[in-house]
């Protein structure tokens, strides 16, 4: 019997409105049951895909995928930018990740938790049914992800960090803790993300062995009290390590090698990516195009030019955002390259400065603030969990030195405004 959903992501909203980015984008990874069951619809027979490759080979990732056009719409994808297999033959028919898009199924323990991909336009601006409203395509999704992933029913909690375990209700009372931080009314977000930070750091050096259950909660209601008196209003600027290591970091999130919007890095020589590598750890002159929206004239000093004050849509965004992450726990464990709590934690809060950076590349190039925040939050989304660098022993060892010298406090007041 499937494992049950137990947490949809109540404040957000969802319905597909056919923008096709998803289309033009992913690779759809199939199974040989999906592969036949294509073949069996017979669209050879339709006129205009006659002699079409249906499938390609992912060198990368060893896989059977959807083949896609020369102008990088799925060979599926209609006129109307709707896929011709569900038109045709229902969701039903399509192939799991399509189905599943833009929902993200997180095993915790003995049931599904559910995220989504703000990197869907649909997702990031709130559009569409409330969630609460599709549980049962909750539940059905996470029976095929169950299926399909082999997950088993009793995952253990992810460690908060080495050496660091609670048990999967306790890890549910932290988390509830750290969402409360970070949905409190009339706090500007910086600040919310660092009181949490603060209180991350608290529980770090703590013992939980005797501290469980209800006694839990009261800790962590105490202790956020007394580390969010004890916050600096304007902490000190970012270092000068932490700012090389933070743009590497934000050069991975804002990278599009593939599909829409790709940037150039995957045409140039091996000399000319290290070059543009080079470029980011300086932080001079022309922000190399690894992106496509980022417009060539860009410099590293136009993401250090303050935004000034932001609309209350920016700040609706990104408490929805991180609201979103983190009671779904999407943040870590399987769902984050099997990274700890604190960890996967961490790495969640630094998309906000990384957002922010390249926020400000995309307000440079002439994008209204609001409309730049919204594409930034999209790109940075896209990799969060997703792109394997991100989950490399070289990103680990930037986080454990960013860590260690509490630059990611820093970093987040510098980019909030």
């Given at each position: 019997?499937?494992?049950?959903?137990?947490?949809?992501?109540?404040?957000?909203n969802?319905?597909?409105?056919?923008?096709?980015?998803?289309?033009?984008?992913?690779?759809?990874?199939?199974?040989?049951?999906?592969?036949?069951?294509?073949?069996?619809?017979?669209?050879?027979?339709?006129?205009?895909?006659?002699?079409?490759?249906?499938?390609?080979?992912?060198?990368?990732?060893?896989?059977?995928?959807?083949?896609?056009?020369?102008?990088?719409?799925?060979?599926f994808?209609?006129?109307?930018?709707?896929?011709?297999?569900?038109?045709?033959?229902?969701?039903?028919?399509?192939?799991?990740?399509c189905?599943?898009?833009?929902?993200?199924?997180?095993?915790?323990?003995?049931h599904?938790?559910?995220?989504?991909?703000?990197?869907?336009p649909s997702?990031l601006?709130?559009?569409?049914?409330?969630?609460r409203?599709?549980?049962?395509?909750?539940r059905?999704?996470?029976?095929?992800?169950?299926?399909?992933?082999?997950?088993?029913?009793?995952?253990?909690?992810p460690?908060?960090q080495?050496?660091?375990?609670?048990?999967?209700?306790?890890?549910?009372?932290?988390?509830a803790?750290l969402?409360?931080i970070?949905?409190?009314?009339?706090?500007?977000?910086?600040?919310?993300?660092?009181h949490?930070?603060?209180?991350m750091?608290?529980?770090?050096?703590?013992?939980?062995?005797?501290?469980?259950?209800?006694?839990?909660?009261?800790f962590?209601?105490?202790?956020s009290?007394?580390?969010?008196?004890?916050?600096?209003?304007?902490p000190?600027?970012?270092?000068?390590?932490?700012?090389?290591?933070?743009?590497?970091?934000?050069?991975?999130?804002a990278r599009?090698?593939?599909?829409?919007?790709?940037?150039?890095?995957?045409?140039?020589?091996?000399?000319?990516?290290?070059i543009?590598?080079?470029?980011?750890?300086?932080?001079?002159?022309?922000?190399?195009k690894?992106h496509?929206?980022?417009n060539?004239?860009?410099t590293?000093?136009?993401?250090?030019?303050?935004?000034g004050?932001?609309?209350?849509?920016?700040?609706?965004?990104?408490?929805?955002?991180?609201r979103?992450?983190?009671?779904?726990?999407?943040?870590?464990?399987?769902?984050?390259?099997?990274?700890?709590?604190?960890?996967?934690?961490?790495?969640?809060?630094?998309?906000?400065?990384?957002?922010?950076?390249?926020?400000?590349?995309?307000?440079a190039?002439g994008?209204?603030?609001?409309?730049?925040?919204?594409?930034?939050?999209?790109?940075?989304?896209?990799?969060?969990?997703?792109?394997?660098?991100?989950?490399?022993?070289?990103?680990?060892?930037?986080?454990?030195?960013?860590?260690a010298?509490?630059?990611?406090?820093?970093?987040?007041?510098w980019?909030a405004?």
């Amino acid at each position: 019997m499937p494992m049950p959903v137990r947490s949809l992501p109540l404040v957000q909203n969802w319905d597909c409105h056919g923008c096709s980015d998803c289309c033009r984008t992913y690779a759809v990874h199939v199974s040989d049951a999906e592969k036949a069951k294509i073949e069996a619809q017979n669209w050879h027979a339709e006129p205009d895909l006659a002699g079409v490759e249906f499938f390609a080979w992912d060198k990368s990732e060893q896989r059977l995928r959807l083949n896609h056009r020369p102008d990088g719409g799925c060979v599926f994808l209609g006129a109307d930018n709707r896929c011709r297999i569900h038109a045709k033959f229902g969701s039903a028919a399509k192939p799991m990740p399509c189905r599943v898009y833009p929902f993200v199924m997180v095993p915790a323990g003995d049931h599904w938790r559910v995220g989504v991909r703000f990197a869907c336009p649909s997702a990031l601006q709130n559009l569409g049914r409330p969630m609460r409203e599709q549980a049962a395509e909750a539940r059905e999704y996470a029976a095929l992800v169950e299926v399909d992933k082999k997950t088993p029913g009793d995952l253990p909690a992810p460690p908060l960090q080495p050496g660091q375990t609670v048990p999967w209700g306790d890890l549910l009372r932290i988390t509830a803790a750290l969402t409360e931080i970070l949905i409190a009314p009339g706090v500007r977000i910086e600040r919310r993300l660092r009181h949490a930070l603060a209180l991350m750091e608290l529980c770090k050096k703590s013992s939980f062995e005797k501290i469980s259950g209800a006694r839990l909660t009261e800790f962590l209601e105490l202790t956020s009290v007394i580390v969010g008196e004890e916050l600096p209003e304007h902490p000190a600027k970012p270092g000068w390590a932490g700012r090389v290591l933070f743009r590497q970091i934000a050069a991975v999130y804002a990278r599009k090698d593939v599909g829409l919007n790709a940037g150039d890095m995957a045409n140039r020589s091996a000399w000319g990516r290290g070059i543009a590598g080079y470029r980011f750890a300086l932080g001079a002159g022309r922000v190399p195009k690894v992106h496509g929206q980022l417009n060539e004239a860009v410099t590293f000093a136009d993401a250090e030019k303050s935004l000034g004050t932001l609309s209350p849509e920016v700040d609706e965004l990104f408490t929805r955002f991180y609201r979103v992450k983190l009671e779904s726990l999407q943040f870590c464990g399987r769902t984050n390259f099997d990274q700890s709590y604190w960890l996967g934690f961490e790495s969640l809060v630094l998309t906000y400065p990384a957002a922010m950076w390249l926020a400000r590349l995309f307000v440079a190039g002439g994008k209204p603030p609001l409309e730049a925040v919204q594409a930034a939050v999209r790109i940075v989304d896209d990799n969060f969990g997703f792109n394997p660098m991100l989950g490399s022993g070289k990103q680990a060892w930037a986080m454990k030195i960013l860590t260690a010298k509490a630059e990611i406090s820093k970093l987040i007041a510098w980019y909030a405004t």
